[in-house]
């Protein structure tokens, strides 16, 4: 049974009811039944568009038809929109229509097939299938870093974290000895009160320390509750980890007797990753609970 596709059609429905409303990612999760984390893997999933592009699209397609059909001014169309301003909603139209606002308007043609996604449940010729394994809990010393994730159309994960991971292992002598041989890679949203934008991430680069270690000046310490996690094998290149995830919320996670916790993934590296090239391996580890089972 797939779990999610009804909780991706309830976004999907939130969303059209609410294109010249300023709801929130988070708000559209929570109605879907997660959190924005673990939902923003699952759409992204389920429709191949992030949740924020899908959100963006469907209300400039809005704009779109009431430019054509309306004689609102384009302004008073935008910010209805939820655009920002007049230059963000041109880039944003020019980009989808190849004109401009008022050069669309004049022309008025016939709209092509501007309709919203219809999601279907991913499937796989080879689910992956995780260990599931109850962890302590963790102490996790080293430097972190913001970044835009893969799911937006201003991604830079692939500019931020790897010179992250150089800094770190420049700065490893200074660190108090390690608890395993491994380097922990976590995941996080970044704290809603310093975001500058919804899709905001935290990742942070480090190793697993003692309790009540003190970190050095410029690095932080995260504290992870003990906590069940799917433990999943990514195989191949580093930079191939999108497809890995979209397996793991795509087609393992909805037809399991599990659902996702939490507000992030821990990725574990060790002897395994080697160069990170196309024999690399490293863990990727999900918090999850059992789904609760309904009542008859």
Not at 158 to 178: D, M, N, Q, T, Y
Not at 220 to 228: D, E, G, K, N
Request: proline share 9%; with cysteine; hydrophobic share 40%.
């Amino acid at each position: 049974m797939d779990h999610y596709l009804p909780a991706v059609h309830r976004a999907l429905a939130f969303m059209e009811e609410n294109l010249t409303a300023p709801i929130t990612l988070e708000r559209i999760a929570r109605r879907a039944g997660f959190s924005l984390w673990h939902f923003q893997r699952i759409f992204s999933a389920y429709t191949n568009e992030s949740l924020a592009g899908y959100l963006r699209r469907r209300r400039l397609t809005v704009a779109v038809l009431a430019i054509r059909n309306t004689g609102r001014s384009i302004l008073d169309i935008a910010l209805d929109h939820q655009f920002e301003s007049h230059a963000a909603f041109t880039r944003a139209f020019k980009a989808m229509m190849q004109a401009t606002p008022s050069s669309f308007r004049r022309a008025r043609p016939t709209p092509a097939n501007w309709l919203a996604v219809f999601p279907r449940s991913p499937s796989t010729s080879t689910p992956m299938k995780p260990t599931i394994q109850s962890l302590p809990a963790l102490t996790l010393l080293g430097l972190e870093a913001r970044f835009i994730g893969p799911m937006s159309p201003d991604a830079n994960n692939h500019k931020v974290i790897p010179p992250l991971f150089g800094r770190f292992f420049a700065r490893k002598p200074e660190l108090p000895p390690a608890l395993d041989a491994c380097t922990y890679g976590v995941t996080r949203a970044a704290p809603r009160s310093s975001r500058t934008r919804e899709d905001e991430l935290v990742y942070l680069v480090s190793q697993s320390v003692k309790p009540r270690r003190r970190a050095p000046a410029g690095m932080t310490i995260w504290r992870l509750p003990a906590q069940s996690y799917a433990i999943f094998v990514h195989r191949g290149p580093v930079v191939r980890i999108d497809d890995t995830l979209k397996e793991i919320y795509g087609s393992w996670l909805p037809h399991s007797a599990y659902e996702p916790v939490g507000e992030g993934s821990i990725e574990r590296y060790d002897e395994r990753f080697s160069d990170g090239g196309p024999k690399a391996e490293f863990d990727i580890l999900i918090p999850v609970r059992a789904r609760a089972k309904k009542r008859a």
